[in-house]
C-alpha cells in the first residue's frame, strides 16, 4: 500500500519527462510526420481543491482533458483512459490572471523628450504615416492581438509567479487600442489567444509619439476629451474628414471594457471625471498611493488594478543625506504596502498585477508583504482570479476550476499564501509546467542501502533529508558526500575519523544526535567509498567503487517517507505604522484631526475693512458659519472663540491674481492656441506652497495656466483649504477666466540660440502673436454662427415637428467653445502682456473683434497706456518691483501700480511665484513707497482690487457682514516688512494657527526621526537598501524668470514630460 | 506763452536728467555736516539728535554735542529722519549683468572650471541702468561676483558713484570664488503623477559626492601647486593662475565658497584647515546646522537669498526668514546679501528686515548689510559704519530704511559727495506723470 502510494507520487513526477505533445493539433495545420492525437486526460485525485476563492474541496478531484476541466469535486471515479495522478498532501488552485500586462507585445520606442526641450526645435505635426488622426499619441487603431507573439522567456517567470493567462496590450500612447487574453502556454499564437479584443487601453502618457501636443496633463486630457466629441461626430461620416481610421477605431473600441492607466491618486480620479463625461466607467489602473485618498478612490465606483511595487528603503544612516529626503518620502516608503489592504478595507472592488513589479520574480513577496499589512487572503485570491476574469468577460474560460473551463490550475505544497508553499506546477491550456520539481520532495524519507562488496553485503540505513543532505549509518554514523535531483543520485562514504565519533556513541546502529549529518562540507578521504546509480521510483540502483578500487553494485530500498512538519505558520503581527495625512504633506492634517469652521470673534483690533468704513481703530470682527457675520465695536457672540486682537490688525485674507502653486501642469505649448485646456483638471492639492501662503496670508490663488502660447489654458481660482480635494479645492460659482499672453514667451525667446529664433511653431514675432489673435477670434465667430444656424434650423424643425435626422451636427470643437464663451462674456480674459506696442495692438483687436480683456496680468509697460487699458476697462494685475531680468521688461518701473491706480484702473500686485505670494502683504507697501497711494488702497490691491478682477468681489476681499470668512490677523501693520499672520482664516476655519505650525514642525521633526530610525534598523536587520535620495520638488512657472527657491526645486520646464 | 516756455524747462530738465546724464559727484572738499539726525552707526549704536562732521570727504566727528560753525559750510538738516551707512550688497553681478535673458548683454561667466586669473572688475559696467535704482533704496556699494564652475575668478567692490570701473573699484580682487559642486544625487522624474506615485526613487548611477570630491581635490591640488610655484623666488614659465592665488595665500584676499549643504561647507573648511585661507560661505541656506562650528572656525556667512522658501517642505516654514538669528546667536560674522534676479539687489534692506522681524535686532539686521558686509569684503578700514576715520558713505531715509513702509531714501552720499538720486525709473514715472497730467489732478 505504502508502496504504492510512492509509486504515484512519483509518477505524478516523472509524468513531466513524457509529456511531450502540448495542445491539440490544429486542424488546418499539415503535419509533418505521422499523426499523434492526444487528449492531455488525467485525473488529479486526493488533493486539495481550491475551485475559487471562497469554495476549496479536500480530498477531491480534478480531471482534465483536451486543455480544459472535466470534472471537480469529491467522490469522482477516475475516468478510463486518463493519467491518474496522485496529489496527496498538495493544493490545486485556478492559475492567476494578470489584467494588466505587455507579455509578447514588443516594447514602444519611448521618447524622453518633452514637448518643449532647449535648443530643440517641437515636431508639431504627426509622424505617423496612414490614414490616421492629427494626433500620434492617439493610438486606437493598435490591436494587441495582431502584434502579439507567444515569447517563453517572457512567459516563464509569470508561470513560475502562478499566472496562466494575462491581459496584454500596447503600452504606448494615450489610447493604446485593444488589449487581448492570452494564455502564458508556450504554443501557436493562434491557440493561446484567449479573446483577441478584451479591453481598450487608454493613458496620461504619450509614449513613443513626439510631437509637442500634448505636453501636460491638462493637455492630455483635452485631447481625450475632444477625440470622444470628434469620434462621435466622425460617426456621421463627415465628408471633409475623409478617412480617419483613429475616429473610427475610437468608436469601435467603446463596447470593450475600458483601461484606464492612471497610476496615481489624483490622475485617478482625473480620469474618472474624463469616464464621467461621456458616460465611461473606466476600469482604473492605479499606482502606489492610493491609501493616502481612498476615499476619493471609492467615490469614483471604478474597479482598480492594483500593483505591488513599493519605495525601495533609502540608506538614511548618514545624517546630512537624510536631511534631504523628506518625511513623505520616508512616509510612502512605509505605507505603500498598506495600499492594497486600503482598497479592500474600503470595500473597492479591485484586481492585483505584476505591473511595475522591478521584476516579475517580485511577486510573491510583495504580495506577501501586502498581505502582512492587511490584504486578506480570500481578497488576494479573488483579485488575482475572479475580478479580472470577469471585468474581461473571461470568466467562462478562466478563473475558477469549474468543468468547462480552461485547465489552468497550479498545484502547490500547501495553502498558496503560506509563506512556506511552492508552486510545483502550473498547468496552463492542459500543458504542464514545472516549476518546481517535486520529485525530490517525493523521494526524502529514509531506505535500506545493501552494498554487494567482493566481500559480501554491507547494509546501511540512509535518511534523506534533501538533495545534499542525508545521514547514513551502519554500526557508526559515516562521513558522507551525497547528491539526488530526484533522478540521479551520488553518494560517497567513508569511515568517520574517531575523534568526530559520538562519545559512547554509535553501539547498536542507534541514530546520533546532532551528529553526523553527512554533507558537501564534510571532507572525504580519497579512499572513500563512490556510489552512483539512478532512482527507479522506490528503489535506487546503482554501481561504485570501494577504497580499494573494487567494482561494486548497490541498491536503496524505499522504507519511510521522512516526518513532514506540521505546516503552522507564525501569525505576523500586523506592522505598526504612521498615519495617512491630509494632504499627504508635512504639515498636513491627521484623519479627525482636520481645523474645522468656528465662530470665531477678534477683539480689539485694528480692523482694515477695504469698505466705506475705511480703517476702523479698536473694533471687533465676528466670523459665524464660515461668513463675516459683524464688523464693528463691542461685539460680542457667546458661542463665538475669542482672539485678542490688540495691538493687531486684521484685513481681508490676501487673493493672488497670478499664480501657478497646486497643479500638476500649468504650461500646454504644443500649440498657438490651447483655450481647451483647463487648470481645473489638474489641481495637486499635496502642494506644500498651499501651507506655505497660508502662512503669508494669502487665502484665494488665482492659478493661471502658464506664458507659453498666445492662448493658453483655461484658469482655476482656488481657495487655500489645505487638506482638501482637488475638487474642494476650488472656488465655487466663479466665472471662468482664460490665460493669453503676449510677447517674448509666445514667440519662445528664451528657447533661442544664439541670435536665432530656433523656433518653428508660429508665430515668432509681435506681428504673428496679432495675427494668431485675430485668427483665433475669427475661426470662433464662425463657429459662433456655424451653431446659431444649426440650432435655429433644429428648434424649427421642432416646433414644425418634423424629423431633425437631415441636419448635419456642427463638429464641438473645445477650443472654439472656450473663445466663444469669451465674445459671450462667459469667460474672462486674463492676458500676460508686458509692452505698450502689444497692449495697444491687443485693445484694438478686441475692440474690433468685440471681445474684452478682462485684466492684463504683469504688464509692466501699463503705465504707458493706462489711458487706453482704463477706456477698454481692464484692470490691471502687475509686480511691485520685477524689471531687467528680460529685454521686455526693461522699461518697468516700481511706479507702474501707481500710475495706473491714478490714472483709475482696478490695480492689484500679484506673486507669480511661490515665495513672494507669502509676502504679497510686502509687495503692496512697495506701492507706498514708490507711488505713494495710500496705505488703504495699497492693501486693496492684494484683496479686494484683485477680488473684482476676479469678479468675486461680492464675497470676498473686504471684511463686510455677509462676504466669506477669509480673514487674517496680523502681528503688526499689515504693510510693514515685520508683519507676521498669527491666524489665516478661510470660511471660518483656521488652516494657519502660527502657534499650532509649532507644534506641527515638532510633529513633523518626530515622525522624520522614527522613521529614521526605523529605516536604519530595517538596514541593520539586512533590508536592501539604495542610497538616499533628495525629495525633489517640482515647481511650475510661467516660464518667465528665475528665483531662489531652494535646493531641491526643479522648475517644471526642466523636466522632460512624457 | 508762459505754459510753452514752462513745458520747454521742464523737457530741458528731463534730458539734463536723463540717467546718461546723471553725473558722477565731483569730490567733496571741505566741511559737511549732517544735523538732527537719527544715527545708526552700523555697529550696533543708535545716536539721537547727532550730528556727523564730515571734512574732504571722511568722517572726522559722529556725536550728539558737536558744534556745527554757522559760517560757510554745507549743512544737510536731517530733523526727524534717519541716518545710516551706506548699504553694501556683498554679492551681486550687478553690471556684469544687464538683462540676463540678453546672452549679448551679460558678462558674467567664463569657459572653464579654473579660472583664479578671472578679474570681475574688468567687466563692471559703470553705466548699467540698474546701479542707480540700488542707490535710490540705499545701495552704495556692491561686491561684484564672477559666476562660474569651481574656480570662477576673483570678485571687486565698487562703490556705485563713478565713471569707470576704475573709478569705481573700492577694494579690487579681494575675493576669489569658488563654486562648490552639488554633493546631491541629481533627480530623476518620470513624467507626470507626482506625490508619490511612482515605486520610488532610483538609484542614482553615480556616488555625486565623491565626484564632487574629486573636483574639489582638483582643486586642492592647483592651490598645493600654486603655494609651492609661489615660493619659488624666480620661475622658468610664468604661470598666470599660479600668480592670481598670490593674494589668497598672502591673506590679502578671501576665499569665496559658494556653498549651502552641511557637506558641501564641511568640505570647504579644508581650505582653512590645508592652506589657511580666510573662508567666506555664499549662500549657506543650511548655515543655521552647523553655526557653531563655523564659528569655531573663524568662517564667515554671505546669507545669499533671505527671501526664498525653505530648502525641504519638511523645514519651518520661515526657516530662510529664522537662518540669520541662529548665526547670530552663536556669533557667527555673516552678512545679507539679496541676489534676487527679478528685482537686482534692491531689496537688501527688506531682506535684512525679514530677518528682524524673525529674531535680529534693527541694529544688527543693519549690521548685517552694512558693517559685516564690509569687513567680509576686507573694506571695513573705510566703509560700513559711521565712525571717525571712515569714508563718508552714508545714506538718508524719511524712517526705517529696514521696512518698505518706512524707507524713502531722501539723500546718499559717497566719499562725502552727495549723489544724485535719480534712476530711469523715477524718470518714467516723471515723464508720465505729466503724460497723465497727474500732478495737476492733485496726485
Redesign the interface.
Known amino acids: 500500500m505504502r508502496k504504492t502510494r510512492l509509486f504515484k507520487r512519483l509518477m505524478f513526477a516523472l509524468a513531466f519527462f513524457y509529456l511531450t505533445t502540448g495542445l491539440h493539433a490544429q486542424v488546418t495545420f499539415p503535419e509533418n510526420g505521422i499523426a499523434d492525437p492526444r487528449h492531455g486526460h488525467y485525473a488529479l485525485t486526493n488533493a486539495t481543491i481550491v475551485k475559487d476563492a471562497t469554495t476549496t474541496l479536500t480530498n477531491a478531484t480534478l480531471v482534465i482533458k483536451d486543455g480544459k476541466i472535466v470534472a471537480t469535486g469529491t467522490n469522482i471515479k477516475v475516468p478510463a483512459g486518463s493519467v491518474e495522478i496522485d496529489c496527496r498532501g498538495k493544493y490545486i488552485y485556478p492559475s492567476f490572471i494578470d489584467i494588466y500586462a505587455d507579455y509578447g507585445i514588443a516594447a514602444p520606442r519611448t521618447t524622453t523628450t518633452g514637448a518643449f526641450t532647449p535648443g530643440q526645435q517641437p515636431q508639431l505635426e504627426t509622424a505617423a504615416k496612414g490614414p490616421y488622426g492629427w494626433n500620434e499619441a492617439i493610438k486606437c487603431d493598435v490591436d494587441a492581438y495582431k502584434v502579439f507573439t507567444v515569447d517563453d522567456a517572457k512567459a516563464k517567470p509569470l508561470r513560475e509567479a502562478g499566472f496562466g493567462t494575462v491581459l496584454s496590450h500596447v503600452r504606448d500612447g494615450i489610447a493604446r487600442g485593444t488589449g487581448a487574453v492570452v494564455s502564458l502556454a508556450t504554443e501557436k499564437e493562434n491557440l493561446v489567444i484567449l479573446k483577441e479584443k478584451a479591453s481598450a487601453h487608454y493613458s496620461?502618457?504619450k509614449g513613443s509619439s513626439r510631437q509637442s501636443y500634448p505636453g501636460s496633463?491638462m493637455g492630455m486630457i483635452a485631447l481625450l476629451r475632444q477625440t470622444y466629441l470628434d469620434a462621435q461626430w466622425y460617426k456621421n461620416k463627415p465628408a471633409k474628414e475623409g478617412l480617419n481610421l483613429s475616429l473610427q477605431s475610437w468608436t469601435d473600441n467603446q463596447g470593450l471594457p475600458q483601461i484606464f492607466e492612471a497610476?496615481?491618486?489624483?490622475?485617478n480620479l482625473r480620469a474618472d471625471r474624463i469616464g464621467d463625461e461621456f458616460g465611461v466607467q473606466y476600469i482604473i489602473k492605479a499606482?502606489?498611493?492610493e491609501y493616502?485618498r481612498i476615499k476619493e478612490m471609492k467615490a469614483t465606483n471604478a474597479t482598480f488594478i492594483v500593483p505591488l511595487?513599493?519605495?525601495?528603503a533609502?540608506d538614511v544612516e548618514d545624517p546630512?543625506d537624510a536631511?534631504?529626503v523628506?518625511?513623505?518620502?520616508m512616509k510612502?516608503?512605509e505605507l505603500?504596502p498598506t495600499n492594497a489592504a486600503a482598497f479592500e478595507k474600503a470595500g473597492i472592488p479591485f484586481c492585483l498585477t505584476t505591473a511595475?513589479l522591478?521584476n516579475v520574480n517580485q511577486f510573491w513577496t510583495s504580495l506577501r508583504k501586502a498581505m502582512e499589512y492587511g490584504l486578506s487572503e480570500e481578497k488576494a485570491m479573488e483579485a488575482l482570479t475572479k475580478t479580472p476574469a470577469t471585468l474581461l468577460g473571461v470568466y467562462n474560460q478562466v478563473g475558477s476550476l469549474e468543468p468547462g473551463k480552461l485547465a489552468n490550475f497550479l498545484i502547490a505544497s500547501g495553502s498558496l499564501f503560506n509563506e512556506k508553499t511552492t508552486i510545483y506546477q502550473n498547468w496552463i491550456q492542459g500543458i504542464k509546467y514545472v516549476v518546481k520539481d517535486d520529485a525530490l520532495a517525493n523521494a526524502l524519507g529514509s531506505y535500506s542501502l545493501s552494498v554487494n562488496t567482493p566481500a559480501g553485503t554491507e547494509t546501511y540505513t540512509l535518511d534523506v533529508k534533501s538533495g545534499t543532505t542525508l545521514t547514513m549509518f551502519g554500526k557508526d554514523t559515516l562521513n558522507t558526500k551525497f547528491s539526488h535531483d530526484g533522478k540521479m543520485v551520488k553518494l560517497s562514504y567513508a569511515p568517520m575519523p574517531r575523534r568526530q565519533r559520538p562519545p559512547g556513541g554509535g553501539e547498536g546502529g542507534q541514530r546520533p544526535v546532532g551528529m553526523g549529518r553527512g554533507s558537501a562540507d564534510q571532507t572525504l578521504p580519497a579512499s572513500a567509498t563512490r556510489l552512483s546509480g539512478v532512482s527507479n521510483g522506490t528503489e535506487w540502483n546503482g554501481t561504485g567503487t570501494d577504497s580499494l578500487g573494487n567494482s561494486l553494485t548497490w541498491t536503496a530500498i524505499f522504507v519511510k517517507a521522512g516526518e513532514t512538519k506540521p505546516d503552522t505558520p507564525r501569525k505576523k503581527d500586523v506592522p505598526v505604522i504612521g498615519k495617512v495625512m491630509y494632504p499627504?504633506?508635512?504639515?498636513g492634517w491627521e484623519e479627525g484631526q482636520q481645523p474645522k469652521a468656528e465662530n470665531i470673534l477678534i477683539k480689539n483690533a485694528t480692523v482694515w475693512t477695504n469698505e466705506k468704513e475705511g480703517i476702523l481703530q479698536s473694533s471687533d470682527v465676528l466670523i459665524k458659519n464660515g461668513k463675516i457675520a459683524a464688523v464693528g465695536k463691542n461685539l460680542s457672540d457667546a458661542s463665538a472663540r475669542i482672539i485678542d486682537g490688540t495691538g493687531r490688525h486684521v484685513t481681508a485674507g490676501i487673493i493672488d491674481e497670478h499664480s501657478h502653486i497646486a497643479a500638476?501642469?500649468i504650461n500646454e505649448g504644443g500649440q498657438s492656441v490651447t483655450a481647451e485646456v483647463r487648470i481645473a483638471d489638474n489641481l495637486?492639492p499635496?502642494d506644500?506652497?498651499i501651507?506655505?501662503q497660508l502662512?503669508g496670508g494669502v487665502t484665494s490663488s488665482h492659478i493661471l495656466h502658464g506664458s507659453a502660447n498666445v492662448i493658453g489654458g483655461q484658469t482655476q481660482l482656488i481657495k487655500l483649504r489645505w487638506g482638501a480635494n482637488d475638487e474642494e479645492l476650488k472656488f465655487k460659482n466663479w466665472d471662468g477666466q482664460i490665460k493669453f499672453a503676449l510677447g517674448?514667451n509666445v514667440k519662445r525667446?528664451?528657447f533661442a540660440v544664439?541670435n536665432n529664433s530656433n523656433n518653428n511653431r508660429y508665430p515668432d514675432t509681435r506681428m504673428g502673436v496679432e495675427q494668431v489673435l485675430v485668427d483665433a477670434f475669427t475661426r470662433a465667430k464662425d463657429y459662433q454662427k456655424e451653431w446659431k444656424e444649426y440650432n435655429t434650423a433644429r428648434e424649427k424643425l421642432v416646433k414644425e415637428k418634423k424629423s431633425t435626422g437631415s441636419l448635419i451636427i456642427p463638429r464641438r470643437d473645445l477650443e472654439l467653445d472656450a473663445l466663444v464663451e469669451i465674445l459671450e462674456k462667459k469667460r474672462f480674459i486674463t492676458c500676460h502682456s508686458y509692452v505698450q506696442s502689444e497692449i495697444t495692438s491687443s485693445i484694438e483687436i478686441a475692440n474690433r473683434l468685440g471681445y474684452k480683456y478682462n485684466t492684463f496680468t504683469h504688464i509692466l509697460e501699463g503705465?504707458?497706456v493706462?489711458?487706453k487699458m482704463k477706456e477698454h476697462g481692464s484692470n490691471a494685475s502687475t509686480?511691485s518691483?520685477?524689471?531687467?531680468?528680460?529685454?521686455e521688461v526693461?522699461?518697468?518701473?516700481?511706479?507702474n501700480a501707481a500710475?495706473m491706480q491714478?490714472?483709475g484702473l482696478n490695480v492689484a500686485i500679484n506673486s507669480d511665484d511661490?515665495?513672494?505670494a507669502r509676502?504679497l502683504n510686502?509687495e503692496a507697501?512697495?506701492i507706498?513707497?514708490y507711488?505713494?497711494v495710500t496705505?488703504e488702497e495699497a492693501l486693496k490691491m492684494v484683496t479686494l482690487n484683485p477680488a473684482k478682477m476676479l469678479h468675486v468681489d461680492d464675497r470676498v476681499g473686504s471684511l463686510k457682514a455677509g462676504k466669506d470668512g477669509d480673514v487674517v490677523l496680523w502681528s503688526d501693520?499689515p504693510?510693514?516688512?515685520?508683519?507676521?499672520s498669527l491666524y489665516t482664516i478661510v470660511d471660518g476655519t483656521i488652516y494657519f494657527d502660527r502657534q499650532k505650525?509649532e507644534q506641527l514642525?515638532k510633529q513633523?521633526?518626530e515622525e522624520?526621526n522614527r522613521l529614521v530610525r526605523k529605516l536604519n534598523s530595517e538596514k541593520r536587520s539586512g533590508t536592501p537598501t539604495?542610497?538616499?535620495?533628495?525629495?525633489?520638488?517640482?515647481m511650475h512657472s510661467c516660464s518667465d524668470?528665475?528665483?531662489?527657491?531652494?535646493?531641491?526645486?526643479?522648475d517644471a520646464d526642466e523636466?522632460?514630460?512624457? | 506763452m508762459r505754459k510753452i516756455f514752462l513745458a520747454l524747462t521742464l523737457f530741458a530738465a528731463m534730458v539734463v536728467n536723463a540717467q546718461e546724464n546723471v553725473l558722477p559727484a565731483k569730490p567733496q572738499k571741505g566741511l559737511l555736516f549732517i544735523k538732527n539726525a537719527i544715527i545708526h552707526t552700523g555697529n550696533g549704536k543708535v545716536i539721537e539728535n547727532g550730528i556727523i562732521k564730515i571734512r574732504d570727504g571722511k568722517i572726522e566727528e559722529v556725536g550728539a554735542g558737536i558744534a556745527v560753525p554757522a559760517d560757510d559750510v554745507q549743512v544737510v538738516d536731517a530733523k526727524g529722519k534717519h541716518v545710516y551707512p551706506g548699504l553694501i550688497l556683498p554679492t551681486s553681478s550687478l553690471g556684469l549683468v544687464e538683462v540676463s535673458a540678453v546672452r549679448a548683454s551679460t558678462d558674467v561667466r567664463e569657459l572653464g572650471d579654473l579660472n583664479p586669473n578671472i578679474r570681475a572688475i574688468v567687466a563692471y559696467n559703470t553705466d548699467s541702468k540698474v546701479i542707480n535704482t540700488l542707490r535710490s533704496n540705499g545701495i552704495l556699494a556692491a561686491n561684484i561676483v564672477p559666476q562660474g564652475s569651481l574656480l570662477a575668478g576673483s570678485s571687486s567692490v565698487v562703490q556705485l558713484d563713478a565713471w569707470n570701473w576704475e573709478d569705481a573699484a573700492y577694494k579690487t580682487d579681494a575675493g576669489m570664488h569658488l563654486y562648490m559642486p552639488s554633493m546631491l544625487a541629481r533627480p530623476r522624474f518620470g513624467g507626470f503623477g507626482g506625490g508619490g506615485g511612482g515605486g520610488g526613487p532610483q538609484q542614482p548611477q553615480t556616488d555625486p559626492v565623491k565626484e564632487a570630491l574629486d573636483k574639489i581635490e582638483g582643486i586642492k591640488n592647483f592651490f598645493r601647486e600654486a603655494k609651492a610655484y609661489l615660493t619659488e623666488t624666480a620661475h622658468q614659465e610664468t604661470n598666470l593662475k599660479f600668480e592670481s592665488a598670490r593674494g589668497l595665500f598672502g591673506k590679502t584676499q578671501k576665499l569665496y565658497v559658494h556653498a549651502n549643504t552641511i557637506k558641501q561647507i564641511l568640505v570647504a573648511l579644508d581650505f582653512v584647515k590645508e592652506f589657511g585661507f580666510d573662508l567666506v560661505i555664499v549662500g549657506g541656506s543650511d548655515s543655521w546646522q552647523v553655526a557653531d562650528l563655523l564659528k569655531k572656525h573663524n568662517v564667515s556667512v554671505v546669507l545669499q537669498q533671505p527671501h526664498s522658501l525653505p530648502t525641504l517642505e519638511d523645514d519651518d516654514v520661515d526657516q530662510p526668514y529664522k537662518t540669520a538669528a541662529a548665526l547670530q546667536k552663536a556669533g557667527v560674522l555673516f552678512a545679507i546679501s539679496d541676489d534676487d534676479g527679478q528685482t537686482r539687489g534692491r531689496n537688501l534692506p527688506f531682506n535684512a528686515g525679514t530677518a528682524v522681524a524673525y529674531g535680529l535686532t534693527k541694529e544688527e539686521a543693519l549690521s548685517a548689510i552694512t558693517i559685516n558686509a564690509a569687513r567680509i569684503m576686507g573694506v571695513a578700514d573705510k566703509a560700513g559704519s559711521i565712525e571717525v576715520g571712515k569714508d563718508a558713505n552714508i545714506i538718508i531715509s524719511d524712517g526705517d530704511i529696514l521696512d518698505m513702509r518706512t524707507s524713502n531714501v531722501t539723500d546718499a552720499f559717497i566719499q562725502g559727495r552727495k549723489i544724485d538720486l535719480t534712476d530711469k525709473q523715477k524718470q518714467l514715472n516723471d515723464k508720465y506723470e505729466q503724460k497723465y497730467e497727474l500732478k495737476k489732478k492733485g496726485f
Open positions: 496620461f502618457s496633463m497610476n496615481d491618486k489624483w490622475n499606482g502606489a498611493n493616502q511595487n513599493y519605495p525601495q533609502q546630512n536631511r534631504f523628506s518625511l513623505i518620502d510612502h516608503w505603500a511595475d522591478r499627504f504633506e508635512p504639515f500638476a501642469s495637486n499635496d506644500i506652497n501651507y506655505r502662512s517674448e525667446s528664451p544664439g503705465y504707458k493706462a489711458d509686480f518691483d520685477w524689471w531687467a531680468y528680460k529685454m526693461q522699461d518697468a518701473i516700481p511706479y500710475i491714478k490714472v511661490a515665495e513672494m509676502r510686502q507697501a512697495k507706498v513707497k507711488g505713494g496705505e501693520h504693510l510693514s516688512i515685520y508683519a507676521k505650525d514642525q513633523v521633526d522624520r539604495i542610497p538616499a535620495q533628495p525629495s525633489y520638488q517640482v524668470h528665475q528665483h531662489s527657491h531652494g535646493l531641491l526645486v526643479i523636466i522632460t514630460n512624457d
